[in-house]
Structure formats: C-alpha cells, structure tokens
Nanobody, 134 residues
Framework: LQLVESGGGLVQPGGSLRLSCTTSKFTLEYYAIGWFRQASGKEREGVSCINSSENSTFYANSVKDRFTISRDNAKNTVYLEMNSLTPADAGVYYC????????????????????????????WGQGTQVTVSS
C-alpha cells in the first residue's frame, strides 16, 4: 500500500465530498489512476479512471455527470469530486495506480497493463469510507 486516500465521511443525500489520492513514494503523473469502490455485499466497482496523459477519462454510468476525476500534478494528487450523492454511492473508496498509458475503461474494468483481469495493479491505497445517510 503506497497510496493514501482521504476525504471520505458521512454526508446527507444530495451532498458532496471530494476524495484525494496521493503518495510520497512516486510521481502519480506517470500512472493511470483509478477510483474503485466496494460496497457491503457487492462486488468491487471501477467508479472513475484517468490515464497518465490526462487526455482520457472513464466514468461508470452510475456516476456520470455527478463525479469528476482530476489531477493536480504539482501536488502529486488525484481527486474525485462527488456531487449529488445518494445512498447507492456509499462504500469504501480505494484509489489504485498502474504505470503506463492505460485506457481508462479497461483500467476501471480491472485490467492491468499486462492484460490480467484481476485488479492486480501496481499500487493500492487503504481506502476511505463514504457514508450517505440522512
């Protein structure tokens, strides 16, 4: 675990949170970064991913038009801005990094640069809990 997530918490339905993913060990700019969530009793889901050149992003249909992934290379941080949150968005959110220019769709689908479909990425974070409840 070399990535550190933060920004999770309890929010009311309709509220917003901004998650951050950073590390002091390497430069995120050269990695595809993805946000994945694990809800209780559900499979891991790729929520949003961005490739290393920032020219391509992917969003799961369930979060499209509500979530925005972005990079701040000066801060070596990737953000996930989450708006209009619903209870369906709750779960533990993890960021992951895979070196190279990966297609964000395939990265979010769990494929690494070797083509393995096992979410076997270079780095993961410890996760941050998001709870959406009134």
């Amino acid at each position: 675990l070399q990535l550190v997530e933060s920004g999770g918490g309890l929010v009311q339905p309709g509220g917003s949170l901004r998650l951050s993913c950073t590390t002091s060990k390497f430069t995120l700019e050269y990695y595809a970064i993805g946000w994945f969530r694990q809800a209780s009793g559900k499979e891991r889901e790729g929520v949003s991913c961005i490739n290393s050149s920032e020219n391509s992003t992917f969003y799961a249909n369930s979060v499209k038009d509500r979530f925005t992934i972005s990079r701040d290379n000066a801060k070596n941080t990737v953000y996930l801005e989450m708006n209009s949150l619903t209870p369906a968005d709750a779960g533990v959110y993890y960021c992951a990094a895979e070196w190279g220019l990966l297609d964000p769709f395939y990265f979010c689908s769990g494929y690494n640069r070797a083509g393995d479909h096992e979410y076997d990425f270079d780095y993961w974070g410890q996760g941050t809990q998001v709870t959406v409840s009134s």
